[in-house]
């Protein structure tokens, strides 16, 4: 399913660059709204993962570095029978993390030094083991090209809007084609609600799952709601300054503050915490009564 929805989201590219193109070109714009979104899908495929750890800031450590929490990713990785992620540190005192990578193969797991500090060996468990399903399930590589989709139709909006403003876009190109301005500001309207409707097609389910499946395998739900709760806390009292294109990959929204309080909520790319709390909780809840029916036998 995911890599039904990663070729989607390819072809969508395609079709949103092409548009612009016409748009704001006409013929020569479609032919170059086709060639960067080529472009744009090649860097992405390969490339979306490197992006995502130097946009956040973080450095690949190993045993040595870090002994503790790289035996503990092992031993999850080990347990789920995925390969061995790169594991990272984010220089960031908020506590979160995020997993990217094309394929279980060529994974990376990335925590903040705010998460190391903040939360007890069982909570830090759970967030790794969240962010180890999220590699199980094949969601880092639509996570990190809709980072990098994103990204770019911020960027090619900025471009826009410059054209507009020193008069470069609406004038007739060698096919005589001119541009509509009405339809050159819908499109730099309209081109960032396509970006954020993207990250919220794959975000919020994929979240739950998430929660689910690091529950299971860690065995804690309890914990992961508990890390999930501190996170949270802490994102309230400090904003990350992180992109807002990769804002999504993260277990919790790590802008925090306004961007999620405000009417941007509505298409808010996280499910509501407290909501994942109560399904972890009702997790919990049914295992432990499937383990006293089992004592009871």
Do not use: C
């Not at 479609?30 to 744009?40: D, E, Q, R, V």
């Not at 941007?264 to 915490?273: D, E, G, I, K, S």
Request: aromatic share 6%.
């Amino acid at each position: 399913m995911n890599t039904l929805k990663t070729g989607i989201l390819m072809a969508g590219l395609f079709g949103l660059f092409m548009v612009l193109g016409r748009v704001f070109g006409g013929t020569a714009g479609l032919l170059l709204g086709f060639a960067f979104a080529l472009a744009t899908n090649f860097f992405a495929y390969w490339f979306s993962d490197r992006v995502a750890l130097s946009m956040s800031g973080a450095k690949a450590v190993d045993e040595a570095q870090a002994p503790g929490l790289y035996r503990m990713v092992r031993r999850l990785a080990q347990s789920a029978g995925l390969p061995m992620p790169s594991v990272h540190i984010i220089p960031s005192a908020q506590p979160n993390a995020f997993a990217t990578g094309r394929d279980p193969n060529h994974a990376a797991v990335a925590v903040t030094e705010g998460l190391l500090r903040s939360l007890d060996e069982e909570e830090l468990e759970g967030v790794l083991a969240h962010e180890l399903a999220h590699v199980q399930h094949r969601d880092i590589l639509i996570s990190s090209i809709a980072a990098t989709f994103a990204g770019a139709i911020t960027l090619l909006v900025h471009v826009l809007q410059i054209g507009m403003l020193f008069g470069g876009l609406g004038r007739s190109g060698d096919d005589g084609e001119g541009t509509n301005p009405l339809a050159a500001l819908a499109a730099i309207i309209f081109a960032p609600l396509a970006a954020m409707v993207i990250q919220l097609a794959i975000s919020r389910s994929r979240e739950y799952e998430a929660d689910r499946g690091g529950a299971i395998m860690s065995g804690k739900p309890l914990a992961l709601a508990s890390a999930l709760r501190r996170i949270e806390h802490a994102v309230e009292q400090r904003p990350m300054q992180v992109s807002p294109a990769s804002s999504h990959m993260f277990i919790i929204n790590p802008l925090g503050g306004d961007a999620v309080r405000s009417l941007a909520a509505l298409f808010r790319t996280h499910p509501l915490t407290e909501e994942r709390i109560a399904r972890l909780q009702a997790m919990a809840h049914d295992i432990g009564g499937r383990a006293r029916q089992a004592t009871s036998w």
